[in-house]
């Protein structure tokens, strides 16, 4: 710290790197090496005998290298450049399970023809075998299609391994010990599953269906990262998210389902600032079109899309990519995972880094 010695007698080395470091004084070495994102770990005192400008003080820096991966005996390492297929799922009738599926698989096929990693679908793409139910009231009626999810979640995995995809199976009604919740499920390429929850529900549902929310809210690793998935309303909890990204999630997944564009908006304008403010990619993908003679379901809005943080490695507007709104379609994108750890170190701003965990903090009960 060669001019400590100016100071030595007004404060300790300690104070003094704090002075330097918040630019009241200057040192031609702290001075670099705080610039280049050098930590300050501890004081060491006689370091060199005779440094009569240092007082004999040093200081030990400490050098984090975000590309560092620590050496493993697994054969496969997970991706960097990720390739993301979100279907924009068109609302038609169907005559059976059977018709549904075979458009589902279309849709997996085409996305595992562009070698995408993930296929993600809309929350409720299942809800026109509802169709035929709909003599009967809406809460009894939704009931009777969650009687369908365990088949469609078996099928997705065996399509998830036969394709060589994640999937992500958007969300369907699922009874559980006499309750109604909103669930979907990851599917790995690897034959495993794992289950994830809607925690918020909507005053719609909770009023017409019954439905209750979860209490499951985890990431999930896979071959291309950690990622955590929120289904539509959660999205507008900005404290699931940051909590997902405390727990290192790269990519956000919202399966979403909204009527009208007012709905719509809340659901895209908060997942884009959800990437913002986790320094994260967020996938959405939603239903589109119309459902005839399907109480409760009768319109939907949606646009698939992907957001970035905004900062100089990404697009200026936050936006990846975006479908054409209200048709169907699959988007595909490439996300960049080396990306975010490169913002989270050297970004213009660093939301994470940054927060002010000495007034607030975030808990999970």
Request: proline share 5%; glycine share 6%.
């Amino acid at each position: 710290m060669p001019n400590y010695h100016l100071y030595a007698d007004k404060m300790s080395p300690r104070e003094y790197i704090r002075g330097v470091r918040l630019k009241e004084m200057d040192d031609p070495v702290l001075n670099f090496q705080i610039s280049n994102n050098f930590q300050a770990v501890r004081v060491l005192r006689g370091y060199l005998p005779g440094d009569e400008e240092s007082n004999e003080y040093a200081v030990l820096m400490r050098w984090d290298n975000i590309y560092y991966e620590e050496p493993t005996d697994e054969a496969t390492i997970a991706k960097k450049i990720v390739r993301l297929g979100l279907i924009q799922w068109q609302m038609r009738s169907y005559q059976n399970l059977g018709d549904m599926m075979q458009q589902a698989e279309f849709f997996i096929d085409a996305v595992s023809g562009y070698r995408c990693d993930f296929a993600l679908f809309p929350e409720f793409f299942n809800a026109p075998l509802m169709a035929q139910y709909n003599h009967l009231s809406e809460p009894n009626a939704i009931r009777e299609l969650a009687k369908y999810t365990d088949e469609i979640v078996n099928n997705m995995s065996e399509l998830a391994i036969s394709y060589n995809i994640n999937i992500l199976t958007g969300s369907m009604p699922e009874m559980r010990d006499n309750s109604l919740y909103n669930v979907g499920y990851l599917c790995r390429r690897d034959g495993t599953r794992e289950k994830y929850e809607k925690l918020h529900v909507t005053p719609d549902e909770a009023r017409v269906w019954g439905m209750q929310g979860g209490d499951v809210l985890k990431t999930f690793d896979t071959d291309c990262g950690k990622i955590g998935v929120l289904i539509c309303y959660d999205v507008e909890f900005p404290e699931l998210p940051r909590l997902l990204a405390d727990e290192g999630m790269q990519i956000l997944f919202v399966p979403f389902l909204t009527d009208t564009q007012n709905g719509y908006s809340r659901v895209r304008h908060c997942a884009q600032a959800r990437a913002i403010e986790n320094e994260c990619f967020v996938a959405i993908a939603g239903c589109v079109g119309n459902l005839p003679k399907v109480h409760n379901m009768d319109i939907q809005y949606g646009q698939a899309m992907v957001f970035t943080p905004c900062d100089f490695a990404f697009p200026t507007n936050g936006v990846k990519a975006e479908a054409t709104p209200n048709t169907e379609m699959i988007l595909i994108a490439d996300v960049d995972l080396d990306l975010l750890n490169e913002l989270n170190q050297f970004g213009s701003v660093r939301n994470l880094r940054d927060r002010r965990k000495d007034i607030y903090t975030l808990t999970r009960k």
